[in-house]
């Protein structure tokens, strides 16, 4: 059950501020990938969010004890709690997917954050990650947990379907792509797509098409020699001054700024 990733979500703010980050990748069963980091500052851990359309998991690994948070996607940069050991690891999950449990639902995850029971997504999983010794046993413990909540999932409605299509072809697109193709391309009228999408994601798909961009956005502005006109018109924005506007909004700083910061991180 491989997914042909297209978007791999990212948090800058915790590459940037965390020590020790490991990833191990995923391409299943809608999961993007694993990471396991530590934050040593003071008793209360955060960093900042910004929008990628995704859900995370993190588990905040204590000696005796694991406290367990779940996030859907932030409208713009917000502080994100991260629990108050040094420890955690997490689960991020591919833009628009992830199966989740009876007691949770998308409405309930936008733009927050949750401490629920982790062990709703397994039996005594949080035990077993707790105990485990590293970032890839973890992450097998988990995959092999969420497999069966994955494989309960009975024959997809036609609701479903449409859902599913419209979340492929907006990551694909990375964000590129109108309510008015997605009409034409499905033969539904663009209110009834935005009520479906709306009904398993808590936004738009409108939303969720600048997240996917951003996203994108996020990933060239990385690449050496690039001008920002250019990254403006291949990541599908107005112009230079619409993707640098919306760059702030996203992630709080100007995109001058995160540039140096992020040289500075390598």
């Known amino acids: 059950m491989k997914d042909d990733l297209t978007v791999k979500p990212m948090q800058p703010y915790i590459l940037l501020e965390a020590d020790n980050l490991y990833t ?5 069963m809608g999961i993007s990938h694993f990471y396991e980091f530590e934050l040593n500052q ?6 900042k969010a910004v929008p990628d359309g995704s859900v995370d998991l993190l588990f905040n690994l204590g000696r005796n004890k694991v406290t367990t948070y779940i996030s859907g996607t932030v409208f713009g ?3 994100w709690e991260l629990g108050s050991n040094d420890r955690c690891f997490g689960v991020r999950f591919q833009p628009g997917k992830g199966i989740l449990p009876d007691e949770l639902s998308m409405e309930m995850l936008v ?4 401490e629920i029971d982790g062990d709703i997504f397994g039996e005594n999983i949080t035990e ?3 105990m485990a010794k590293d970032i890839y046993e973890r992450s097998k413990i988990f995959k092999e947990a969420y497999e069966e909540l994955v494989f309960s999932r009975i024959s997809l409605s036609d609701k479903e379907k ?6 492929s072809r907006i990551t694909r697109a990375k964000g590129q792509v109108t309510i008015q193709q997605l009409e034409e391309e499905t033969n539904y009228s663009a209110c009834y797509l ?8 808590g936004i738009s798909p409108k939303q969720f098409a600048q997240y996917i961009r951003f996203q994108n956005l996020l990933e060239q502005i990385n690449k050496d020699d690039i001008r920002f006109d250019d990254i403006a018109l291949e990541c599908g924005y107005y112009d230079e001054a619409h993707m640098m506007r919306e760059f702030k909004n996203y992630t709080g700083k100007t995109m001058e700024q995160y540039q140096h910061i992020m040289k500075g991180r390598i």
Not at 24 to 28: A, P
Not at 111 to 114: E, F
């Open 77 to 79: 940069v917000k502080s």
């Open 111 to 114: 733009d927050n954050d949750l």
């Open 194 to 201: 935005r009520r479906i999408f709306k009904s398993y994601h």
């Open 42 to 47: 003071d008793s209360t851990h955060k960093t």
């Open 162 to 167: 449409i859902n599913d299509y419209l979340v």
């Open 24 to 28: 191990v990748g995923s391409m299943d």
């Open 128 to 130: 077993k990650i707790l």
